[in-house]
């Protein structure tokens, strides 16, 4: 059993950035052996989607919404994944979610098996 919690998250003006990090706890001796994502989910859409890396870091993905202003990594010493966020606008202002999964990068919110409980993102126009 892994738990994920995210940190960072907050109130920010457009324009601002953002680190977030997810932090692994529990039985973590194969986090370096999952692909971590990260999705958001703002007030009544369904969950999709942000940015995902593979197990060693050398591969990851973004959704086209935020290509050019995240980057996604991962320090497999501290467990912890992080997603820095550039430029933010009204439209990013979400929960934000890290989750886990066994195998390669995906971006179905159904392949992930682990989810930490969310850290709310506000971005003010």
Sequence with gaps: QV???ESGGGLVQAGDSLRLSCTAS????????????????APGKEREFVAAVN????????????????????????NTV???MNSLKPEDTAVYYCAAKR????????????WG???QV???S
């Excluded at 529990?26 to 989910?41: E, I, K, L, N, P």
């Excluded at 995906?106 to 682990?114: D, G, W």
């Design 122 to 124: 506000t971005v003010s």
């Design 26 to 41: 529990g039985r973590t001796s194969s986090f370096s052996s999952y692909t971590m994502g990260w999705f958001r989910q």
């Design 55 to 78: 197990w060693n870091g050398g591969s990851t993905s973004y959704a086209d919404s935020v290509k050019g202003r995240a980057t996604m990594s991962r320090d497999n010493a501290k």
């Design 117 to 119: 409980q969310g850290t």
């Design 3 to 5: 738990q994920l919690v």
């Design 82 to 84: 992080y997603l820095q």
């Design 103 to 114: 195998g390669g990068i995906a971006t179905a919110v159904f392949t992930y098996a682990y």
